[in-house]
């Protein structure tokens, strides 16, 4: 593990390069069935249980990825495929990558954790979620330990390349111009719905 800046770079991380973005604090689901990753999956604690998933779109890896951690193990089969829970931890830029590890089949390589977990959510942001929120999730959001950044981002539903999308604005002020958008977006189309909605249980 090495310093650059601010940012950490870990090297020879196992890597699972798949369709997906894992925000950080949220949860996905992986089904490993595929040898090379049933290969990793057995090495993880070597890793602290973490590994590297970067993003490919259209079959390409554009470079960026999320950095998750091991949560749970929901199920192992006898042919070694496992259902497994992971949480995003943080994003990073990819520096090298290897696709099969000289001792095992999977990809590994080098990352720069970009310590994106640590955004601050905007006056302006919070205020867009607090409306969406009483127009449309309705969450009760005494449950939680506080509305940050990615509470925000975790709730709305957002596809994984609007989610790739919103990790490559370089800055936290950016990221939360992007986050909005999507939320008053999203608002638009609710309003539009119910206006719809009312519009033929009265007629």
Sequence with gaps: MLN???HIIEENQPLFPLGIVVLPGETRFLHIFEKRYKNLFEDLEKFDNKFGIPFL????MPGTGSYVKLEKVLAKYPNGEADIAVKGVDIFSVLSYNDEHPD???PYGNIELLNKYSVKATETLLGA???YNEKVLKLDLKEFSGVN?????NSIGLSDLE???LLVRGSDAALNK???????LRMVLALQKNALQDYYCLN
């Design 149 to 153: 950044f990615y509470l925000i981002a």
């Design 57 to 60: 779109t259209t079959g390409k």
């Design 104 to 106: 095992r089949l999977y």
């Design 129 to 131: 979620f607090e409306k």
């Design 4 to 6: 650059k800046k601010e």
């Design 178 to 184: 992007t986050l909005a958008n999507h939320l008053n």
């Design 163 to 165: 989610k790739y999308d």
